[in-house]
Nanobody, 119 residues
Framework: QLVESGGGSVQAGGSLRLSCEFH????????MAWFRQAPGKEREGVAY???????SYADSVKGRFTFSQDSAKRTLFLEMDSLLPEDTAMYYC???????????????WGQGTQVTVSA
């Protein structure tokens, strides 16, 4: 089970930090990711944390978003800086099945947390 928190409303240029608590087995032994979906748009992958600990980002957020984890607390974070109105979306934390890479389907999803950025 994945539980997100930390969404909210902020003005353009501001920052937010999203959290995702992981309730399950084998934390760190699967790909974890943040996705987002804006109204009327397809869901897109924003940031990925691979099994080897490497991170990757969508071009639209590269240099502004940072994906990190606290293994002891089994929690993932998405630090979002220099937010833009186009970052407005529902943000979801997701995970693959144990042992699978980020190219695999994401089996587990959180309920989502809303991020709204005003101009």
């Amino acid at each position: 089970q994945l539980v997100e928190s930390g969404g909210g409303s902020v003005q353009a240029g501001g920052s937010l930090r999203l959290s995702c608590e992981f309730h399950g087995y084998n934390f760190g032994s699967r790909c974890m990711a943040w996705f987002r979906q804006a109204p009327g748009k397809e869901r897109e992958g924003v940031a990925y944390l691979a099994i080897d600990g490497s991170t990757s980002y969508a071009d639209s957020v590269k240099g502004r978003f940072t994906f990190s984890q606290d293994s002891a607390k089994r929690t993932l974070f998405l630090e979002m800086d220099s937010l833009l109105p186009e970052d407005t979306a529902m943000y979801y934390c997701a995970a693959t099945t144990t042992g699978l890479a980020c190219t695999s389907p994401f089996t587990y999803w959180g309920q989502g947390t809303q991020v709204t950025v005003s101009a």
